[in-house]
């Protein structure tokens, strides 16, 4: 169900699936997709100071009534706002238009080259003085965990990056397992662009589910935590209505074959 978790390596636990809200910058349509994620049963959202809407999502919890510590929220220190000083403004900034006194998870964006470490140290920082459970980063590949693990004296709890069928981050994935890292998915439907894929509609019609569902259970078979987004409520439903059925050995590794590394999003090492 919609609250089956993963527990952090510091023991906060993280829900499985969560509602991703990219690209809702209307005020009114982010309140009311969260509005909407909640009464289907979403415990999770993902959000980032990127996205600008922020306020849409803390006034959609302030009017809820699920208790506060039913909630998992995250959001993320956007590029510009990167260095020490400048992220725990940000951090603020971001807490003040959530209007939430803790955040459940924050996460670096991306890696920016020259900040990233110092970022990390006002993450840390934000961490120690309890005001978020759990720290992480997002498109961070191997080499700049590797480099981020110099300085950090707090291990990364999560890495939230693109990961989908097409792109099966297998190593980066063993890695962060090896190293107790939960591997975080966005756009884990990989924004709907092969769901025609024929693996995909065979089991489909196998278990009864949609495209879109067998996608999403491939990556609760990986251990990886999923956070789909949509506005609609059918569709919430839909991409939460995923613990009734299971994929075998053999159909994960079909459809891990899909991989060919097309990325929908920029490339870890080549973003702005
Ligand atoms: P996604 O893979 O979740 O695809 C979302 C799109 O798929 C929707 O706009 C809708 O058109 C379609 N869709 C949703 N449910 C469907 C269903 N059941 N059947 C058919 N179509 C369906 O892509 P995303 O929104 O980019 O990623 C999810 C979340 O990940 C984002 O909302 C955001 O929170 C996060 N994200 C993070 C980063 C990062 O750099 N950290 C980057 C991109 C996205």
């Known amino acids: 169900s919609l609250t089956e ?41 993902d959000t980032a100071s990127f996205y600008d809407n922020e306020r849409g999502v803390g006034e959609a919890l302030k009017q809820s009534e699920v208790p506060r510590d039913e909630l998992f929220v995250t959001t993320k220190v956007w590029n510009d706002e990167q260095g020490y000083e400048e992220t725990l403004q940000a951090f603020d900034r971001s ?9 459940d998870l924050y996460l670096v964006h991306w890696p920016v080259p020259g900040k990233f470490a110092d970022t990390w140290k006002a993450l840390e920082k934000l961490y120690k003085d309890g005001k978020v459970k759990a720290i992480g980063v997002c498109n961070f590949m191997e080499h700049h965990l590797d480099e981020l693990m110099q300085t950090a004296e707090v291990k990364p709890m999560v890495n939230q990056v693109e990961f989908h069928p097409r792109v099966y981050q297998k190593d980066l994935l063993s890695y962060c397992e ?28 196998k278990y009864d589910k949609s495209p879109a569902q067998v996608i999403l259970r491939w990556h609760l078979e990986h251990d990886v935590i999923i956070i789909p987004k949509s506005s609609r409520e059918k569709r919430q439903k839909e991409n939460a209505d995923l613990f009734d059925f299971k994929l075998t050995d053999d159909e994960i590794r079909k459809i891990d074959e899909l991989h060919t590394g097309e990325r929908i999003g920029a490339h870890p090492d080549e973003f702005d």
């Open 5 to 45: 978790s993963f527990a952090l390596y510091n023991g906060t636990y993280m829900p499985k699936v969560g509602l991703g809200v990219y690209k809702m910058n209307d005020t009114q349509e982010v309140v009311e997709a969260v509005q909407s994620a909640l009464n289907v049963g979403y415990r999770h959202i």
């Open 95 to 103: 807490m003040d238009k959530l209007g939430l006194d803790y955040l």
């Open 178 to 205: 090896a190293q107790g890292i939960q591997l975080e998915a966005w756009a884990p439907l990989g924004r709907g662009q092969y769901f025609d894929a024929p693996i995909l509609e065979e089991l489909s019609t």
